[in-house]
């Protein structure tokens, strides 16, 4: 696990990410979530791209250029950068710009998931045509496999929806 994450980090360190736009940013994340930790390796699904008009080179340090140089600075992690992405293109761009200085603080204080949540909310308060298509999205991915053994025991595999987890977790 060492040598992948000195590859991992390496090839972070290696990148120049006012070259990217989100989606590429957002890809590279993703590939190397399981190197950089427990963290990264539930990284959310990124959203749709944005159209290419909204998505061209140096988008992300365009779009967000205070997270990008939290980033550099290592105030925030690069997984929080790309979980903020997910803002540009459905929070209107003079709105996301008065935030963002907040949104820098609020993700060098909090986990990808946590910081993901909140986002979650955001795209619900600012952008409920977003937050529907990511909620169609989840609902459409959930699933559950069982299988019961010879002896009675059962097995199974799922994945389920942050609300459905929460019902099946207080169930249980």
Not at 51 to 59: E, L, V
Request: charged share 20%.
């Amino acid at each position: 696990m060492t040598g992948a994450l000195t590859a991992a980090v390496d090839t972070l360190t290696g990148l120049d990410p006012t070259g990217l736009c989100i989606t590429e940013l957002q890809s590279v994340l993703t590939a190397l979530g399981p190197a950089l930790g427990t963290g990264c390796a539930t990284f959310p699904a990124a959203m749709p791209a944005p159209p290419a008009q909204r998505c061209g080179p140096r988008c992300c340090c365009v779009r967000l250029p205070l997270v990008a140089a939290a980033v550099r600075d290592g105030r925030v992690g690069p997984v929080q950068a790309a979980v903020l992405t997910r803002l540009v293109g459905p929070i209107d761009p003079d709105a996301l710009a008065e935030a963002e200085p907040a949104l820098v603080a609020l993700a060098a204080q909090r986990d990808p998931q946590e910081l993901a949540k909140h986002v979650s909310h955001l795209l619900a308060t600012w952008c409920e045509p977003q937050f529907e298509a990511d909620m169609r999205s989840q609902e459409n991915k959930r699933y559950l496999q069982s299988s019961r053994e010879a002896d009675g025991m059962l097995s199974g595999r799922f994945r389920l929806t942050a609300a459905d987890s929460e019902v099946l977790l207080t169930l249980l």
